[in-house]
């Protein structure tokens, strides 16, 4: 019974997490109407979530468990730092400055099938008939959800579309390695670690290579900014590590599935942003795609 309260929970507070960093997309496009820069608006946003990651690793770091092997176990911290929330998240704020917010989540919402991939190509896991079948139909999907946007938005819409499948891959290697080092370190400490090293690469990044005045951006602009770094980065964060704790990550790609839904409304709302009928089909072949891989793996 306990176990089962445990998977429920594990459920709902994975669908709240990501229906919160779906609304990411739509945030991060309203605050591109003010002529702000992808490297600016993603400095912003680790700047604004940095406070609340440093408190809770301090507050957390005394709690030390004897399963962490220190010379490798933060290696893979910063590893995955650096991967999942540092690149993935430049090539999604990248992308979304040439496609649109509900596009963008489809192509994301591929990474359960690069997982496959990369256990077949790097620890020699074989691909199943139903497996391939099911990436065959998530990648048809998305030439469909495609096929005729370039004639609306343009040719920019390839340079979009190859950004966020970057963003894809980068976040599919942070999910499959994350499984293992969360009952490690804990979901609150992992989480708060792993951003920790992401901000640090974002200001690197800013003072390397940007030459914009961070303080010469409109208020709508630091606004957008706080809210995406509150309630698209550090709440779910956290709710979905957690998740992922309490009912593992294959379970956890299965309700993912509510993350392209949870855009295509709110990019409906907030932008007026419309898919085509043809679109719609392909996102549904690419949802009903990843489902079937998702369900396999139980």
Not at 279 to 290: C, E, K, P, S, W
Request: charged share 10%; aromatic share 18%.
């Amino acid at each position: 019974m306990q176990a089962k309260k445990k998977f429920i929970s594990g459920i709902l507070i994975g669908i709240l997490g990501i229906v919160l960093f779906s609304s990411k997309a739509v945030m991060v496009k309203l605050a591109y109407q003010y002529q702000v820069d992808a490297l600016s608006l993603l400095l912003l946003r680790m700047l604004f979530s940095f406070p609340f990651y440093l408190v809770v690793a301090i507050i957390y770091s005394k709690k030390e468990n004897p399963a962490i092997n220190i010379k490798s176990d933060y290696y893979w911290i910063v590893f995955f730092g650096l991967v999942g929330y540092y690149l993935s998240s430049y090539f999604d704020f990248v992308g979304l400055h040439y496609i649109k917010a509900s596009l963008e989540r489809i192509i994301l919402f591929l990474y359960p099938t690069i997982i496959i991939i990369f256990n077949k190509f790097f620890f020699r896991k074989p691909i199943n008939s139903t497996q391939a079948w099911a990436i065959f139909l998530t990648y048809i999907g998305i030439i469909i959800t495609f096929w005729g946007e370039v004639a609306i938005s343009g040719n920019d819409t390839y340079l979009g579309g190859f950004f966020i499948l970057l963003c894809a891959i980068t976040y599919a290697a942070y999910v499959s390695g994350s499984g293992w080092l969360i009952p490690k370190f804990g979901v609150v400490k992992f989480t708060a670690y792993v951003m920790l090293v992401s901000c640090f690469c974002v200001f690197i990044h800013f003072g390397l290579f940007s030459k914009i005045d961070i303080f010469s951006l409109s208020w709508e602009v630091y606004l957008l900014g706080f809210l995406i770094a509150i309630f698209a980065t550090v709440i779910p964060s956290f709710l979905v590590s957690e998740s992922i704790n309490r009912i593992n990550s294959s379970n956890f790609a299965v309700i993912a599935g509510f993350g392209p839904i949870s855009t295509i409304i709110l990019a409906g709302i907030f932008l007026n942003e419309m898919l085509t009928l043809l679109q719609l089909f392909g996102a549904l072949v690419v949802i009903f795609g990843i489902l079937l891989v998702s369900l396999k793996k139980q």
